[in-house]
T-cell receptor, first 122, second 107 residues
C-alpha cells in the first residue's frame, strides 16, 4: 500500500527557506504516471494547494506562491521536495504531501502524508 | 481564482439522520469537484471525486451529486465515525481551491 511521509525542519526563521521532503514507500515512484503535490493548512483554518510536480519533472504552482516555491523530484530516492523561500509567519502551517489520483495534476488527491507542522519564528 | 462556498459551516445531527452538505463554486466547474473528510490532527481523506464517483474503500452511505456550480455531499445514514470537517475542492482551474469547510458533529 502506497504511503507518503513528510520530513524536514519544524522551525524556520523569517526570510529563510522552508524545505520539506516527501518519501514515497510501498510503491515505485517512477513506475506510476502520477502527479505529486503539496498542500498546507494553517492551524484552525482551511486547506491551500501549493503545487504539483510530475515524476519526469514538470511542475505547476499556485499563483499566490509562484516565485517563492519550487517542487522537485528525486526518482532515485523515491522522494519529492518542497522549497518555499523568504518565509514569513503567514507560512506557518501543517504541510501535507499527496498523490494525485489520476495522471493529471488537476485531479483529486487520493493518498496523503500525515502532515508536518512548520512554524516560522525567530 | 474560483471561490468555493460551503453551507452550512457547521451542523449537528443524530445517528441515522440523512445529512446533506452543499458546495457552490463562483463559476461553472462542470464536474471537477471533490469531497474530503478531515478528522482532528489527521490528513484529509478523499471521499468523492469528479462530483459523484465514490473513492475506493469509502462507505456507500456517502454520495455526491451536482454539476456546473452547485454540488452536494449526502450521508444517507449518519454514523458516529462521520463526525469530522468536510471540504470541497475544485480541480477545474489553477489555483486548485477548497471551500472553507463544514464541521459535522453528532448530537
Amino acid at each position: 500500500q502506497l504511503q507518503l511521509q513528510e520530513s524536514g525542519a519544524g522551525l524556520v526563521k523569517p526570510s529563510e527557506t522552508l524545505s520539506l521532503t516527501c518519501t514515497v514507500s510501498g510503491g515505485s515512484f517512477s513506475d506510476t504516471n502520477n502527479y505529486w503535490g503539496w498542500f498546507r493548512q494553517p492551524p484552525g483554518r482551511g486547506l491551500e494547494w501549493i503545487g504539483n510536480v510530475y515524476f519526469r519533472g514538470g511542475s505547476y504552482y499556485s499563483p499566490s506562491l509562484r516565485g517563492r516555491v519550487t517542487i522537485s523530484v528525486d526518482t532515485s530516492g523515491n522522494q519529492f521536495s518542497l522549497n518555499l523561500h523568504s518565509v514569513t509567519a503567514a507560512d506557518s502551517a501543517v504541510y501535507y504531501c499527496a498523490k494525485a489520483r489520476g495522471t493529471y495534476f488537476m485531479d483529486a488527491s487520493d493518498v496523503w502524508g500525515q502532515g508536518t507542522m512548520i512554524t516560522v519564528s525567530s | 481564482d474560483i471561490q468555493m462556498t460551503q453551507s452550512p459551516s457547521s451542523l449537528s445531527a443524530s445517528v441515522g439522520d440523512r445529512v446533506t452538505l452543499t458546495c457552490r463554486a463562483s463559476q461553472g466547474i462542470i464536474t471537477s469537484l471533490n469531497w474530503y473528510q478531515q478528522k482532528p490532527g489527521k490528513a484529509p481523506k478523499l471521499l468523492i471525486y469528479a462530483a459523484s464517483s465514490l473513492q475506493s474503500g469509502v462507505p456507500s452511505r456517502f454520495s455526491g451529486s451536482g454539476s456546473g456550480a452547485d454540488f452536494t455531499l449526502t450521508i444517507s445514514s449518519l454514523q458516529p465515525e462521520d463526525s469530522a470537517t468536510y471540504y470541497c475542492q475544485q480541480t477545474y482551474s489553477v489555483p486548485l481551491t477548497f471551500g472553507q469547510g463544514a464541521r459535522l458533529t453528532i448530537k
